[in-house]
């Protein structure tokens, strides 16, 4: 995983590290349509601020290199949500039952899921057998951990790899700092000492942490957003976020069932469905030569990058088209 982030740095270095003067000219020879970035281009003559520097040149990122950038957010999201889930961290939430194990029910759904969607896999590889095994041992023996509401898997186990909501919580964090992009990144995630990241409110946090009779030595600035945000009566970003992120993906699901008419299916986008988690298949849909796993896409861009098509089952990747028609890639 860490030779993967240097390997994205070192591609994704050079068109982050430009100067001002380079954004600038980028800004002056910008011909898109982008209404905010042409509201700053037309302000350029009156100067620009640095934060509109900064802002501009985050727009102007050509789409591989927001890519690369999104897959180090989401290695470090990950990394953070484990930190948090297996470390007494997850003691400083308010509901302190919020992590914890899911369900009887939700258990028996996904041990039933999962048996469904490897019996039906044609030649499955190697590599998939083990992983079904490995995963059902898991469920057979009640080891998922993670935020649980109401014996449910909790919509807030995808603020992991959710980008859109770590870079708005990133661009919120440092709204005038000079920082280029990377090392906002780096600054957000990485663990520093507690005085660092509560300078002000350092005896009260330890006040907290003695009640809470945990000892914690280091803390990050991502982890001090997530866990004052879960903690927060009336404004839950994390939630916001999730719920517009999913709801385009659940909006796109729902229509290409319709789209599917009276085929015959196997749907795995419940919430928590260890199928759709571990193996990126929505749903499965039976045709002449067998079943066929399949991840559904809001866009051609993101169907082509669907890890499904990558691990040797068969498996495609759906979209719709300008005009409503869902069209597929398969590897």
Request: glycine fraction near 4%.
């Amino acid at each position: 995983m860490r030779d993967l982030i240097k390997r994205i740095l070192r591609e994704s270095v050079g068109l982050i590290y430009e100067s001002n003067e380079d954004i600038i000219q980028k800004l002056r020879d910008y011909n898109g349509t982008s209404n905010f970035i042409n509201s700053v281009k037309s302000q350029i003559e009156r100067g620009l601020s640095q934060r509109q520097i900064d802002a501009v040149k985050n727009s102007l990122l050509p789409e591989d290199n927001w890519n690369d950038i999104n897959k180090i957010i989401k290695i470090k999201g990950i990394e953070l949500y484990n930190d948090i889930i297996n470390s007494n961290k997850k003691d400083l939430f308010k509901n302190k039952s919020l992590v914890s194990q899911p369900s009887d029910d939700w258990y028996n759904k996904n041990l039933i899921d999962l048996d469904k969607f490897y019996l039906k896999l044609k030649n499955p590889p190697e590599d998939i057998t083990e992983k079904y095994n490995r995963i059902k041992t898991k469920l057979e023996n009640k080891e998922y951990y993670g935020f649980i509401e109401d014996g449910n898997w909790s919509i807030l186990n995808k603020f992991n790899t959710n980008y859109t909501l770590w870079r708005k919580l990133i661009d919120e964090t440092y709204i005038n700092s000079k920082l280029t992009f990377l090392e906002k990144i780096n600054d957000f995630f990485n663990q520093k000492p507690i005085s660092e990241i509560f300078p002000n409110s350092k005896s009260k946090f330890e006040k907290l942490k003695k009640e809470n009779n945990i000892d914690i030595k280091t803390f990050s600035l991502a982890e001090k957003e997530i866990i004052k945000d879960i903690n927060s009566n009336s404004s839950q970003k994390i939630v916001d976020v999730i719920n517009k992120t999913t709801g385009e993906g659940n909006e796109t699901e729902n229509k290409f069932k319709k789209y599917l008419g009276d085929k015959d299916i196997v749907d795995f986008s419940s919430p928590g469905n260890i199928v759709d988690m571990e193996f990126n298949v929505d749903l499965m849909v039976h045709d002449p030569e067998g079943w066929i796993p399949i991840q559904v896409k809001s866009n051609k861009e993101e169907a082509k990058k669907c890890p499904l098509l990558k691990t040797g089952i068969n498996g495609i990747a759906v979209y719709p088209d300008d005009t409503g028609i869902f069209r597929k890639i398969e590897n």
